[in-house]
């Protein structure tokens, strides 16, 4: 079982920062990719960003490319992303994902359906 737990999410001005966190128990999700998944009111959800479990590779949606980055730390089962030049559109609740299906050194999820395990997630709301 799998346990992952976001943080840091919050209410920001166009142009601020933030930094999620999300720490993960139960087992060992340093051999696997991780990743963020976003979903606004009436969207779909949307993988924003994504890692392999070496952290040298990364993936990123058009969206956010140039202003998120997505980093791991495996020695504390943690991922984090952070999000530079927010943007109105950027407002969304962020899951943290794990994607279990696959262990090689350089894959990246890629899409929403790739994950296999979700927080519960943490909002992220800025104002123009």
């Known amino acids: 079982q799998v346990q992952l737990v976001e943080s840091g999410g919050g209410l920001v001005q166009a142009g601020d920062s933030l930094r999620l966190s999300c720490a993960a128990s139960?087992?060992?999700?340093?051999?696997?990719?991780m990743g963020w998944v976003r979903q606004a009111p009436g969207n779909e959800r949307e993988n924003v960003a994504s890692?392999?479990?070496?952290?040298?590779?990364?993936y990123y949606a058009d969206s956010v490319e140039g202003r998120f980055t997505i980093s791991r730390d495996n020695a504390k089962s943690s991922v984090y992303l952070q999000m530079d030049s927010l943007k109105p559109e950027d407002t969304a609740v962020y899951y943290c994902a794990l994607d279990i299906s696959y262990d090689g050194p350089y894959y990246t999820a890629r899409t929403v359906a790739d994950y296999d395990y979700w927080g519960q997630g943490t909002q992220v709301t800025v104002s123009s």
């Open positions: 890692i392999n479990w070496r952290g040298d590779r990364t």
């Open positions: 139960g087992r060992i999700v340093s051999s696997f990719s």
